[in-house]
């Protein structure tokens, strides 16, 4: 699986404007508009208060209208945590339901 690291290597490589980082799903705090995200489905610790690895990664893009789009590559809803920035935030939500990626599969990454 790649890390934070590689992905940020990666947006820097592709082009991608307005990237603002990758977080685990209960470290972002903040979303502003026209702004891209690569978010991984794991919380940051686990429950022994150990740091994560990671898991999934998804994307979140807003746009300057107070939109954001949610893709997950299994088709899957945000997590609650991703749910609630937004709402708090007065952000419209879209998202796929399309399942992209087979469940065996590690290559998430690059369907985001």
């Known amino acids: 699986m790649l890390s934070n690291h590689d992905l940020d290597e ?10 603002k980082g990758c977080y685990y799903k209960d470290t972002l705090k903040k979303i502003e508009p026209n702004s891209s995200y690569i978010i991984n ?10 740091r994560n690895k990671g898991s999934h990664w998804v994307a979140l893009i807003t746009d300057d209208m107070k939109r954001g789009i949610y893709f997950d590559s299994y088709g899957e809803r ?10 708090c935030n ?6 796929t339901s399309k399942n992209f990626q087979s469940l065996m599969s590690n290559l998430c990454v690059f369907f985001v």
């Open 41 to 50: 489905l794991n919380s940051e610790y686990n429950e022994k208060n150990e």
């Open 78 to 87: 945000e997590p609650v945590e991703i749910k609630n920035l937004l709402k």
């Open 10 to 19: 990666l947006v820097v490589k592709m082009g991608i404007k307005n990237f």
């Open 90 to 95: 007065q952000y419209k939500l879209g998202h």
